[in-house]
């Protein structure tokens, strides 16, 4: 049944596999060029994961400044 329990899912214009080996400065710029909140995790500082479901977002997760793993929601 579309948009329930949560509204349709809205894709990228672009493979989120692109943004993994990139600075996460690039990948935020193109995530938000596509209207996208970005919402990074660095595997340096440890960093907390929420569990709440965000379809417009995108979470990056890094080390030492460059994309490891991304995915959205």
């Not at 710029?29 to 970005?38: I, K, L, N, S, W």
């Given at each position: 049944m579309?948009?329930?329990p949560f509204p349709e899912l809205r894709?990228?214009?672009?493979?989120?596999?692109e943004l993994v080996g990139r600075?996460?400065?690039d990948a935020r710029?193109?995530?938000?060029?596509?209207?996208?909140?970005?919402q990074v995790f660095d595997?340096?500082?440890?960093?907390a994961v929420t569990l709440e479901l965000n379809r417009n977002r995108i979470?990056?997760?890094?080390?030492?400044?460059?994309?490891?793993?991304?995915?959205?929601g």
């Open positions: 579309p948009g329930f894709r990228p214009s672009f493979d989120l596999a600075k996460v400065e710029a193109r995530c938000e060029r596509d209207g996208f909140q970005v595997l340096d500082r440890h960093p979470r990056l997760t890094a080390r030492r400044g460059v994309v490891r793993d991304c995915h959205q």
